[in-house]
């Protein structure tokens, strides 16, 4: 018996087809396949899972969660979801609550003068941001691993996602 673990942080949004193969002398045994759905400023509740807990990953509170997310009727009762084949989790509504704003930002705008306008954390907009926002630090592959970000502009307009611990700032630009 061997026991192994995968860690894996995407780093793009989208349905992703994760293989699973059990080798013995370089022959297949058994197969698993997974399809990962990658969030974009939102987060799929789990059944037992408050708003104040899902505010703790994301450094922000549980009013600016409930603020952004008018569908929820009471912070202490949020629709959960499990995963059956008669019903996906996709057609229940508030399976998924959004933890940020999402945000067109034109190339012309200075991204962090609008993330401190909104109340957001530059640590936050880079981890939830880090394609949208990155440009190579240059041609040569062994320098693709260092990542620049320009906060000052965007190289085309972009969405990003800005989370903010204040609820007045949640719905304002």
């Given amino acids: 018996c061997m026991n192994g673990e995968l860690s894996w942080i995407p780093r793009r949004t989208g349905v992703f087809l ?18 990962v759905n990658v969030l974009f400023c939102e987060h799929r509740v789990k059944p037992g899972e408050t708003l104040q807990q899902i505010a703790g990953l994301y450094q922000t509170s549980w ?39 999402i945000v067109r930002v034109n190339r012309t705008q200075n991204i962090a003068e609008t993330v401190q306008q ?10 939830h941001n880090y394609e949208r926002l990155y440009s190579r630090s240059s041609t040569n592959p062994a320098l693709d691993r260092i990542v620049v970000f320009d906060l000052k502009h965007s190289h085309e307009d972009v969405d990003i996602c800005i989370i903010s611990s204040m609820t007045d700032q949640c719905f304002t630009v």
């Fill in 18 to 35: 994760v293989d699973f193969k059990i080798l013995k002398a370089g022959v297949n045994v058994e197969s698993l396949r997974l399809a």
């Fill in 63 to 101: 009013q600016a969660l409930f603020s952004i997310n008018p569908h929820l009727q009471n912070p202490r009762e949020l629709p959960t979801c499990i995963e059956n084949i008669f019903e996906p989790c996709e057609n229940i509504k508030g399976t998924r609550i959004q933890i940020g704003r």
């Fill in 118 to 127: 909104l109340g957001g954390s530059f640590t936050e907009v880079a981890m």
